[in-house]
Nanobody, 124 residues
Framework: QVQLVESGGGLVQAGGSLRLSCAAS????????MAWFRRTPGNRRDFVAG????????AYADSLKGQFTISRDNAKKSVYLQMNSAKPEDTAVYFC?????????????????WGQGTQVTVSS
């Protein structure tokens, strides 16, 4: 069983940057690919970015490439999401998730463990 706890959310002005963190406990962190999803009110969770078990491969939602960067530190059992050039439409609850698959899936249903989420609000 893996527990995931996100942190780093908050209020950021449009054009600003924010770094989200997700700390894992339980299980073997390096056995999981990791991803970030986000959910806006009334919507499902959408894939933002994913990273393979070793960190050697990453994937991004097409519309978010170049704006977000995912990384991980297996020694610290943590995954990160760097958001740059924040936009009001990036306002959402951001979730980290863990999957047994090496290549991070883009489908929400393919993930085995989820954090509780952290709110990010981008003001215009």
């Amino acid at each position: 069983q893996v527990q995931l706890v996100e942190s780093g959310g908050g209020l950021v002005q449009a054009g600003g940057s924010l770094r989200l963190s997700c700390a894992a406990s339980g299980g073997t962190f390096s056995s999981y690919s990791m991803a970030w999803f986000r959910r806006t009110p009334g919507n499902r969770r959408d894939f933002v970015a994913g990273i393979s078990r070793s960190g050697g491969s990453t994937a991004y939602a097409d519309s978010l490439k170049g704006q977000f960067t995912i990384s991980r530190d297996n020694a610290k059992k943590s995954v990160y999401l760097q958001m740059n050039s924040a936009k009001p439409e990036d306002t959402a609850v951001y979730f980290c998730a863990a999957s047994w698959r090496n290549v991070p899936p883009r489908s929400e249903s393919s993930y085995d463990y989820w954090g509780q989420g952290t709110q990010v609000t981008v003001s215009s």
